[in-house]
């Protein structure tokens, strides 16, 4: 057997092989920058406006590359199916996060993404049976702990200087973040063995689609700037277009409750570009729940493991 031979294998025993440890990384360092470009973006474009133009940009560079890559037969087959995908993958999730950075810091949106694999491992479960073991179940409780202890501090309903209340900006993140999690099944059952790419190009066009009217009715009355565009052009070419080619190739290799940790990394590659680039504070409070957080989802996905008495 081949080393490739070997890699494949072990991804379809459910490991993770070393061959992607380097996509997950650079996952992560994209997907963290996703929340500094939402935060411009939004303040000129506007919630649904943002996360139009994010799809829209991501669908112009992924479909031509959808009949570069010889893939075109098969995505004729599958757009219809990875269009509805897209709303729940992306037309959604990212208007509730772009809402949510109105009010709340990136790095507290990007540590409540985190919340994805706890999501992912319950859809799972309920959806394709995928029943976790005692310690997942403990990473799912003490996962959900630390988002209450994180929300907590957030759950004020009065509106603040911006006319957005934080608990419902807390509330736009987890209803994103289950979203991702149903599409990771979905994903899963219905587009399993589809080429990454015909995924990532079909999902965003079934997310341009659906926000393609709301986008027009709220379009801002003044155009935003060049910053404003730059942001919206990166989330678009690399946080979206480049980002879910590496996402659904890990879904189809990795199955979708590993490839969901990805979002181990990104909170730590978020809460560094936000203290960087806004000066966004990092608070003692904001780190303990994180690791709360994290630590649970370790557990509650199966990379980390508690030690058996003998």
């Known amino acids: 057997m081949t080393q490739v031979d070997k890699a494949l294998a072990g991804a379809a025993a459910g490991a993770a092989p070393r061959q992607w440890l380097a996509e997950f990384v650079l996952l992560g360092a994209i997907w963290g920058s996703s929340f500094l470009f939402m935060r411009i973006a939004t303040v000129e474009f506007g919630v649904i406006a943002t996360a139009a133009v994010r799809v829209m940009v991501a669908t112009l560079c992924l479909l031509p590359l959808v009949f570069l890559r010889g893939v075109g037969a098969q995505f004729a087959r599958h757009w219809k199916t990875a269009c509805v995908l ?4 992306s037309a959604i999730p990212f208007a509730c996060f772009s809402f949510a950075l109105l ?42 702990a630390g988002v209450a202890l994180l929300a907590w501090d957030q759950a004020s309903f009065k509106p603040g200087a911006n006319g957005i209340a934080p608990a419902w900006a807390v509330l736009a993140c987890l209803v994103a973040t ?14 399993a063995g589809v080429p990454a790419m015909v995924t990532a190009a079909g999902s965003q066009l079934g997310a341009a689609l659906g926000l393609a009217l709301p986008a027009l009715w709220f379009w801002p009355a003044r155009l935003p700037g060049t910053s404003a565009w730059l942001a919206v052009i990166a989330l678009g070419v690399a946080c979206t277009g ?40 990092i608070t003692a409070r904001m780190v303990l729940c994180g690791a709360i957080v994290l630590g649970g989802t370790a557990l509650s996905t199966g990379w980390v493991k508690l030690g058996r008495r003998r």
């Open 242 to 281: 480049v980002a879910y080619v590496l996402y659904f190739r890990l879904i189809e290799h990795a199955g979708p409750s590993r490839a969901l940790a990805v979002t181990f990394l990104v909170p730590v590659f978020a809460v560094c570009y936000g203290a960087l680039f806004l000066a966004e504070a």
């Open 86 to 89: 897209g709303l729940l993958n």
């Open 103 to 144: 009010s709340i810091t990136t790095g507290l949106s990007a540590i409540l993404n985190a919340t994805v694999p706890l999501f992912g491992a319950l859809v799972a479960w309920a959806w394709l049976g995928e029943r976790p073991t005692g310690s997942r179940m403990l990473g799912l409780a003490i996962g959900f």
């Open 178 to 191: 289950l979203c991702y999690a149903v599409a990771a099944s979905a994903t899963k059952r219905y587009l």
